[in-house]
Protein backbone atom coordinates (compact mmCIF):
# COMPACT_ATOMS: atom_id res chain seq x y z
CA UNK A 1 0.00 0.00 0.00
CA UNK A 2 1.03 3.43 -0.83
CA UNK A 3 1.33 6.14 2.10
CA UNK A 4 -1.46 6.94 2.98
CA UNK A 5 -2.76 10.78 1.86
CA UNK A 6 -3.58 13.12 4.99
CA UNK A 7 -5.59 15.40 3.29
CA UNK A 8 -8.09 12.33 2.79
CA UNK A 9 -10.36 12.02 6.28
CA UNK A 10 -12.96 9.23 6.42
CA UNK A 11 -15.39 10.21 9.45
CA UNK A 12 -17.89 7.51 10.47
CA UNK A 13 -21.74 8.18 10.66
CA UNK A 14 -23.71 6.92 13.29
CA UNK A 15 -27.12 7.96 14.28
CA UNK A 16 -25.60 10.56 16.77
CA UNK A 17 -24.32 14.52 15.80
CA UNK A 18 -20.44 13.07 16.18
CA UNK A 19 -19.65 13.08 12.41
CA UNK A 20 -21.38 16.55 12.19
CA UNK A 21 -19.48 18.00 14.68
CA UNK A 22 -16.51 16.50 13.28
CA UNK A 23 -17.19 18.51 10.01
CA UNK A 24 -17.75 21.82 11.72
CA UNK A 25 -14.24 20.99 13.46
CA UNK A 26 -12.79 20.45 10.28
CA UNK A 27 -13.97 23.41 8.97
CA UNK A 28 -13.11 25.59 11.84
CA UNK A 29 -9.85 24.59 12.12
CA UNK A 30 -9.25 25.16 8.29
CA UNK A 31 -7.71 21.86 7.59
CA UNK A 32 -6.44 20.80 4.06
CA UNK A 33 -8.84 18.69 3.15
CA UNK A 34 -8.72 17.25 -0.38
CA UNK A 35 -11.76 15.14 0.68
CA UNK A 36 -13.90 13.31 3.11
CA UNK A 37 -15.28 9.91 3.03
CA UNK A 38 -18.67 9.78 4.62
CA UNK A 39 -18.69 5.84 6.12
CA UNK A 40 -21.85 4.85 7.11
CA UNK A 41 -21.88 1.02 8.26
CA UNK A 42 -25.48 -0.76 8.79
CA UNK A 43 -26.73 -4.23 10.11
CA UNK A 44 -27.35 -6.61 7.84
CA UNK A 45 -31.51 -6.44 8.57
CA UNK A 46 -31.56 -9.97 7.09
CA UNK A 47 -29.44 -11.56 9.27
CA UNK A 48 -31.70 -11.29 12.45
CA UNK A 49 -34.35 -13.74 13.41
CA UNK A 50 -36.47 -11.42 15.44
CA UNK A 51 -38.99 -9.32 14.46
CA UNK A 52 -38.28 -7.27 17.24
CA UNK A 53 -34.18 -7.01 16.03
CA UNK A 54 -34.93 -6.43 13.03
CA UNK A 55 -36.93 -3.53 13.60
CA UNK A 56 -34.29 -2.12 16.05
CA UNK A 57 -31.71 -2.40 13.46
CA UNK A 58 -33.93 -0.70 10.76
CA UNK A 59 -35.11 2.31 13.52
CA UNK A 60 -31.18 2.80 13.34
CA UNK A 61 -30.15 2.96 10.13
CA UNK A 62 -32.99 5.06 9.48
CA UNK A 63 -31.10 7.49 12.26
CA UNK A 64 -27.84 6.87 10.52
CA UNK A 65 -29.47 7.90 6.84
CA UNK A 66 -30.95 11.11 8.57
CA UNK A 67 -27.43 11.57 10.41
CA UNK A 68 -25.95 11.14 6.65
CA UNK A 69 -27.80 13.37 4.74
CA UNK A 70 -27.59 15.95 7.76
CA UNK A 71 -23.74 15.63 7.41
CA UNK A 72 -23.89 15.72 3.21
CA UNK A 73 -26.31 19.20 3.64
CA UNK A 74 -23.43 20.58 5.51
CA UNK A 75 -20.97 19.68 3.06
CA UNK A 76 -22.80 20.89 0.21
CA UNK A 77 -23.17 24.40 2.25
CA UNK A 78 -19.87 24.98 3.39
CA UNK A 79 -18.17 23.83 0.07
CA UNK A 80 -16.49 20.49 1.44
CA UNK A 81 -16.06 17.74 -0.80
CA UNK A 82 -17.66 14.72 0.97
CA UNK A 83 -18.22 11.41 -0.42
CA UNK A 84 -20.54 8.98 1.34
CA UNK A 85 -19.74 5.40 1.49
CA UNK A 86 -22.60 3.10 2.62
CA UNK A 87 -21.31 -0.81 3.96
CA UNK A 88 -23.27 -3.05 4.94
CA UNK A 89 -21.77 -5.50 7.72
CA UNK A 90 -23.16 -8.54 9.86
CA UNK A 91 -22.90 -6.55 13.07
CA UNK A 92 -22.05 -8.52 15.29
CA UNK A 93 -20.05 -11.08 13.52
CA UNK A 94 -17.09 -13.23 14.59
CA UNK A 95 -17.90 -12.78 18.11
CA UNK A 96 -16.53 -8.84 18.46
CA UNK A 97 -18.97 -6.81 19.78
CA UNK A 98 -20.73 -4.21 17.56
CA UNK A 99 -18.42 -1.22 18.21
CA UNK A 100 -15.16 -3.43 17.51
CA UNK A 101 -16.97 -4.62 14.03
CA UNK A 102 -17.42 -1.20 13.10
CA UNK A 103 -14.06 -0.03 14.13
CA UNK A 104 -13.01 -3.04 12.22
CA UNK A 105 -14.91 -1.87 9.00
CA UNK A 106 -13.93 1.65 9.36
CA UNK A 107 -9.97 0.51 9.56
CA UNK A 108 -10.50 -1.82 6.72
CA UNK A 109 -12.45 1.15 4.59
CA UNK A 110 -9.52 3.59 5.59
CA UNK A 111 -6.97 1.28 4.26
CA UNK A 112 -8.74 0.23 1.01
CA UNK A 113 -9.24 4.14 0.24
CA UNK A 114 -5.89 5.24 1.18
CA UNK A 115 -7.00 7.71 4.19
CA UNK A 116 -4.46 9.47 6.26
CA UNK A 117 -6.91 10.51 8.57
CA UNK A 118 -10.01 8.99 10.66
CA UNK A 119 -12.25 11.72 12.70
CA UNK A 120 -14.85 10.51 15.44
CA UNK A 121 -16.97 11.94 17.57
CA UNK A 122 -16.82 11.70 21.49
CA UNK A 123 -20.01 11.49 23.60
CA UNK A 124 -18.41 12.20 27.44
CA UNK A 125 -18.70 8.90 28.24
CA UNK A 126 -17.89 8.38 31.64
CA UNK A 127 -15.50 5.15 32.00
CA UNK A 128 -18.11 2.71 33.41
CA UNK A 129 -20.49 3.70 30.55
CA UNK A 130 -17.99 3.90 28.11
CA UNK A 131 -16.78 0.14 28.98
CA UNK A 132 -20.53 -1.08 28.69
CA UNK A 133 -21.43 0.93 25.84
CA UNK A 134 -18.33 0.77 24.18
CA UNK A 135 -16.22 3.36 22.26
CA UNK A 136 -15.92 2.97 18.38
CA UNK A 137 -13.70 5.86 19.04
CA UNK A 138 -10.87 4.32 21.05
CA UNK A 139 -11.35 0.91 18.97
CA UNK A 140 -10.10 3.01 15.49
CA UNK A 141 -7.26 4.94 17.73
CA UNK A 142 -5.97 1.41 19.11
CA UNK A 143 -6.62 -0.70 15.69
CA UNK A 144 -6.23 1.62 12.65
CA UNK A 145 -2.12 2.14 13.11
CA UNK A 146 -1.47 3.57 10.07
CA UNK A 147 -3.92 6.56 10.03
CA UNK A 148 -3.63 9.68 12.06
CA UNK A 149 -6.75 10.10 14.80
CA UNK A 150 -9.04 13.10 15.34
CA UNK A 151 -11.80 12.73 18.44
CA UNK A 152 -13.95 15.49 18.51
CA UNK A 153 -16.07 16.45 21.59
CA UNK A 154 -19.94 17.27 20.98
CA UNK A 155 -23.05 16.92 23.11
Known amino acids: ?9 AIPVGGGG ?8 LKK ?4 ISEIHLVAISDD ?9 RAKATARIERQEAALKRCLTYCNKEGLKCKPAKIIASIPNDGKS ?14 DNDIG ?11 LKRWVVGSIGQ ?5 CTKCHYIQVRHD
Open 1 to 9: MAKANLDRV
Open 18 to 25: GAYSCLEY
Open 29 to 32: TRMK
Open 45 to 53: VKKYNKQSS
Open 98 to 111: SSERIASEVCKYAM
Open 117 to 127: TVATGSRKLSG
Open 139 to 143: LIHRD
